[in-house]
């Protein structure tokens, strides 16, 4: 099978997946309590459908929107039990958002959604299931899922790809999905495959798990559905990051070029992380809403570093020690998804959400902040940006306040992979700069918005 890859981008010494790799997902006991974001997608905001000291099963819905529209996606309780507050928390993008506290009382009830048929539904059937069980793109973004499976018709796709590449250091939750739940994932790509009528679906994964594909072939094999459906295939590629940016992964698999400003669909594509095709076969088979996430915990200071399956909403430090030991001295740095594109938050009390890849507990060793230098026009930003943009350039417009000479050298175009920053030996924090200028053009955009609404002329009466 040939591997393929893109252009540019790093290879790591040691991606230190090696403390964690091959390891079962463990259940976590029980939590006492959940603390659970009520907006955890890209989109409108939820509102709060429950009150203090109302009782809420397992998988009832929580918060939505207050009119469905198409950017909306419903949340739901994780464990059964009481809740004693709903309030503003700090989340795993460092702001505050509406929580609702529950805490567990009793014995487990859920309720959950009546299983349902993916193949002898209606498409729109189908889409309505996948948003009322809330399942977002699990890779990261948060993308309402069941947008992303309505492409307009002036966007026609043909290749469905399902994203099993994981090429941030330490985390390794897809490869156990992987491991763990082949038939499943095969589920979740023919169910995607049937509601978007597209005949080719590719499974891409990058080379370090090619143990895995006698297995996945087995279960494609297996599964009646499969050769009925269309053509499912398997993807090798290069161990190289950022190889599971869907943009890159696009390109290696297919040869095809995400347009600049473009998305997927552009390039007749449909890419889905393979953690949130098992939970739209969980929502189809089971009537399972999105309750639980997979998710890794390693690093240095963690002590028992290991693939875990934890409610949504749960708290690291509520983990028993017997189960989670944490070395609490040792934490320099607290990492909320990978070293490359997650978030530093500033302690444990954050709660685990839907788009949860890992928690990387780092010590001093891990992490070494160093301070900034000039710029020696060095061009290493360049040479390894994977979207062929020029850091430097977009840089030095931001430092003058430039933001449209930033945009175009092709600021809204950045995915914040993080090889700029990696390679920059002057190290100057570049991704954490463009993500202040994407703020600073979003600020000036509505502004002018607001400006044109306050100028419009007012109705003519009759």
């Known amino acids: 099978m040939a591997v393929?890859?893109?252009?540019?981008?790093?290879?790591?010494?040691?991606?230190?997946?090696?403390a964690t790799e091959g390891k079962p997902v463990e259940l976590t006991p029980l939590p006492k309590q959940v603390v659970i974001p009520i907006n955890q997608h890209f989109g409108a905001p939820n509102k709060s459908l429950v009150n203090v000291g109302d009782r809420v099963k397992r998988g009832q819905k929580i918060a939505d929107a207050a009119a469905s529209g198409p950017m909306t996606v419903p949340v739901h309780a994780s464990i059964s039990g009481v809740v004693k507050k709903i309030e503003p928390r700090t989340q795993s993008n460092n702001t505050e958002g509406i929580c609702v506290l529950i805490e567990a009382e009793g014995d487990v009830e859920e309720e959950f959604l009546p299983s349902l048929d993916p193949f002898s539904c209606t498409k729109e059937e189908a889409l309505a299931r996948i948003r009322e069980a809330g399942i977002i793109g699990m890779g990261g973004a948060g993308f309402p899922c069941h947008v992303k499976l309505s492409p307009p018709p002036n966007k026609p796709i043909d290749i469905i790809i399902a994203d099993g590449a994981e090429c941030e250091p330490y985390l390794t939750t897809d490869e156990a999905v992987l491991t763990e739940k082949p038939n499943l994932l095969i589920l979740g790509l023919i169910i995607v495959m049937k509601i978007t009528g597209v005949k080719k679906a590719i499974i891409g994964m990058e080379d370090n798990k090619t143990k895995l594909l006698p297995m996945l072939e087995r279960e494609i094999r297996l599964n009646?559905?499969?050769?009925?459906?269309?053509?499912?295939?398997?993807?090798?590629?290069?161990?190289?990051?950022?190889?599971?940016g869907e943009k890159l992964l696009i390109t290696a698999l297919t040869g095809r070029e995400v347009p600049s400003g473009g998305l997927p669909m552009d390039a007749g594509c449909i890419v889905?992380?393979?953690?949130?095709?098992?939970?739209?076969?969980?929502?189809?088979?089971l009537g399972?809403?999105?309750?639980d996430r997979d998710?890794?915990?390693?690093?240095?200071?963690?002590?028992?570093?290991?693939?875990?399956?934890?409610?949504?909403?749960?708290l690291l430090p509520d983990l028993p020690p017997v189960f989670m030991e944490i070395e609490y001295g040792k934490i320099r740095k607290i990492l909320f998804g990978g070293p490359m594109m997650g978030n530093a938050v500033p302690n444990l009390n954050i709660p685990v959400q839907k788009n949860t890849s890992g928690i990387i507990l780092m010590t001093a060793a891990e992490t070494v902040a160093e301070p900034e230098g000039p710029c020696i026009r060095c061009g290493r930003c360049i040479r390894n940006c994977p979207i062929r943009l020029s850091p430097v350039i977009m840089n030095m417009a931001l430092e003058a306040g430039d933001l449209d000479e930033a945009v175009t050298a092709?600021?809204?175009?950045?995915?914040?992979?993080?090889?700029?920053?990696?390679?920059?030996?002057?190290?100057?924090?570049?991704?954490?700069?463009?993500?202040?200028g994407k703020g600073r053009l979003r600020i000036r955009q509505q502004a002018r918005q607001a400006a044109q609404t306050a100028v419009q002329p007012a109705p003519a009466k009759s």
């Open 4 to 18: 393929r890859t893109f252009k540019r981008g790093l290879r790591f010494p040691s991606t230190r997946k090696e």
């Open 224 to 244: 009646e559905k499969a050769s009925s459906i269309g053509d499912i295939g398997i993807g090798l590629c290069r161990t190289r990051y950022p190889q599971g």
């Open 272 to 285: 889905q992380n393979v953690g949130t095709l098992v939970a739209i076969a969980e929502a189809f088979s």
């Open 288 to 291: 399972k809403p999105l309750v």
């Open 295 to 314: 998710l890794t915990v390693s690093g240095g200071a963690c002590g028992t570093p290991k693939n875990i399956r934890a409610p949504i909403g749960i």
């Open 410 to 436: 092709g600021l809204m175009d950045c995915i914040e992979c993080g090889s700029c920053t990696y390679m920059c030996p002057a190290r100057i924090k570049l991704v954490q700069r463009f993500r202040v």
